[in-house]
């Protein structure tokens, strides 16, 4: 089956902690994206790639960092350094600039 | 700055009843989509709208889209229980692989 998968589904840490959110798909597509979605919220754009080995920073782009060593792959690092981490991210992928599919999301929360 | 809002916020309506919901945006974009979310879920796409004029149908839903206006409605013909949900739409900045998306209509459809 092609899709979006992110893991783990709930992540539970103490502050000061960086921690990584895992996304892979299989869909073939070049461009990937994080999004943060707070309570109630709108999704906000974090960090976005168009094609392996190049990423952009989205509109809260602060506190996290990405990579894209692989087609299929777009981690997620949340660092210390981000002040309200707690939030359901989202990672979806698409190709060109169409459609976008989502995975399930990871519930963060930080203590 | 480009900017979505959708209105209303938020939908309280009874089964059988018909409703629109509006999505405004502020600057130049050929492309809209529109997404459903269930609580505690991710987004799964519901309409691609690609031109001016496009109207796209799927069951109880058709969705318009006025590139002119900068307007897309998204209607909802004799809801059922089963159509409660947050509905965004999307509107990707001209040139980019960006989405910015509506604050969300949270939409409930009593029995």
């Known amino acids: 089956d092609g899709g979006i998968t992110q893991s783990p589904k709930y992540l539970f840490r103490k502050e000061g902690q960086n921690v990584t959110l895992s996304c892979e798909q299989n869909?073939?597509?070049?461009?990937m994206y994080w999004y943060r979605q707070d309570p109630g919220q709108g999704l906000r754009l974090i960090y976005y790639s168009q094609i392996v080995n190049d990423f952009q920073k989205g509109d809260i782009a602060e506190g996290y960092s990405v990579s894209r060593e692989k087609k299929e792959s777009f981690p997620l690092t949340v660092t210390s350094a981000q002040k309200n981490p707690t939030a359901f991210y989202l990672c979806?992928?698409?190709?060109?600039?169409?459609?976008?599919?989502f995975g399930p999301g990871t519930r963060l929360t930080v203590t | 700055e480009l900017k979505v809002e959708q209105n209303p916020l938020f939908l309280s309506m009874q089964e059988g009843k018909n409703y629109t919901i509006y999505c405004n945006y502020s600057t130049t974009s050929d492309r809209l989509y529109w997404y459903r979310q269930d609580p505690g879920k991710s987004l799964e796409s519901l309409f691609v709208l690609l031109s001016n004029g496009a109207v796209k149908q799927e069951g109880r839903l058709m969705a318009s889209l006025d590139t002119k206006a900068r307007l897309s409605t998204l209607h909802i013909t004799a809801a059922v229980h089963d159509l409660s949900a947050t509905y965004f739409c999307a509107v990707d900045r001209a040139g980019t692989y960006k989405y910015i998306f509506g604050t969300g209509t949270r939409l409930k459809v009593l029995a």
């Open positions: 869909l073939n597509h070049d461009a």
């Open positions: 979806a992928s698409g190709q060109s600039s169409y459609e976008q599919y």
